[in-house]
């Protein structure tokens, strides 16, 4: 079992910055890619970054060239960097590891890019 903690989130104001936070515990030795999910109010989930274990990353289109997803595996955290956020920003945001073939999810951090 992983149990995933995120931080960082709160209110910011359009044009600013974020780092979010995840660190996971439990069983956590065994964790393979990890990475960040978002749900804005009235929409479906999205993935926004996902990160292998040797840091391989990518972005949805959405956040390219703002955002920037990094771990540091001896912690067992993920971060995501959030820069020139959007209102369209506003979400919350999910940690997600993949652990022996199974996804576990932390319970959200939520973030709200004001205009």
């Known amino acids: 079992q992983v149990q995933l903690e995120e931080s960082g989130g709160g209110l910011v104001q359009a044009g600013g910055s974020l780092r979010l936070s995840c660190a996971a515990s439990g069983s956590s030795f065994n964790i393979n890619a990890m990475g960040w999910y978002r749900q804005a109010p009235g929409k479906q989930r999205e993935l926004v970054a996902p990160?292998?274990?040797?840091?391989?990353?990518r972005y949805a289109d959405s956040v390219k060239g703002r955002f920037t997803i990094s771990r540091d595996n001896a912690k067992n955290t993920v971060y995501l960097e959030m820069n020139s956020l959007k209102p369209e920003d506003t979400a919350v945001y999910y940690c997600?590891?993949?652990?022996?073939?199974?996804?576990?999810w932390g319970k959200g951090t939520l973030v709200t890019v004001s205009s």
């Open positions: 997600t590891a993949d652990w022996v073939g199974m996804d576990y």
């Open positions: 990160i292998s274990f040797g840091g391989s990353a």
